[in-house]
């Protein structure tokens, strides 16, 4: 029986197809490039190649996301940085949001009958703020729960279902509160002062310290693999490793 369902972010929910073209073209207008129809094929192309290389092991996200831009200046005889216009890109990505024609009322058919995931292989900070125009638009606020997917990952607090692949773990409330303080503030330092007191609030005087490091080692064991998400800053806290 089918219970919940994975919609990929890209070309399922959002148009991803026009919102990249948009994006392009703002980045190509920023360094003095007209964006015509034939650059902006030859990009899509080589976007893809490097794409199916990732897939195949042979090119990490970081890597994909600079040479595409590195392979289409060069043949194209532009003479601009790849790592500031990848940027600009991401920034302009950001902001564009068009939905898929009828996205809307597919999620509206699905939504009480299974669980319903937006997952995406896009950069964490792009997708998130796609999603959060999404959240502010009413008509599809209480479809999106508040619910994350990374990589193997799946947490949803709303309904607090939290998977690694199809295990489903379970968590403590403090694992869980802990886990959604490291996930609203992905790569930014927190000490164990600010995390003692989000966890236990009121009472964090009168909790032992080694009561923070216990819940921080019980979810790692957990949700961690070979990828270490959270990682000790040492003689400063702790920090959600944010996606490169």
């Known amino acids: 029986m089918i219970t919940t369902i994975l919609l990929d972010l ?38 893809l190649s490097q794409w199916k290389l990732l897939e195949l092991g042979k090119l990490t996200h970081a890597e994909v996301k600079i040479n595409r ?43 009480g009958k299974y669980r319903l995931y937006a997952a995406s292989n896009g950069t964490y900070e792009v997708q998130k703020r796609r999603i959060r125009e999404q959240r502010e638009n009413q008509s599809i606020k209480s479809i999106l729960p508040n ?47 600010i995390l003692m007191e989000r966890l236990w609030q009121d009472g964090a005087e009168f909790v032992d310290e080694n009561a923070l490091s216990v819940t921080i080692n019980r979810l790692r ?5 070979e990828t270490k998400y959270i990682q000790t800053v040492y003689g400063q806290g702790y920090i959600w490793r944010k996606e490169e």
């Open 221 to 225: 064991k957990k949700i961690e693999g």
């Open 69 to 111: 831009y590195r392979i289409f200046f060069e043949e194209c005889g532009i003479y601009a940085s790849p790592e500031e216009t990848a940027k600009c890109y991401e920034h302009n990505l950001a902001y564009e949001h068009e939905k898929v024609e009828g996205a809307l009322e597919l999620l509206q058919k699905l939504h």
């Open 147 to 193: 619910c994350y997917v990374i990589e193997n990952l799946k947490f949803d607090f709303e309904r607090l279902c939290f998977f690694k692949g199809e295990e489903e773990l379970s968590l403590s409330r403090n694992e869980q509160k802990l886990l959604q303080i490291f996930l609203k503030n992905q790569g930014r330092i927190l000490t164990r002062e």
């Open 10 to 47: 890209d070309d399922t929910i959002l148009d991803f197809h026009k919102a990249e073209k948009e994006a392009l073209k703002k980045a190509l207008h920023k360094i003095g490039v007209e964006p015509t129809e034939a650059l902006l094929k030859r990009y899509s192309e080589i976007n």
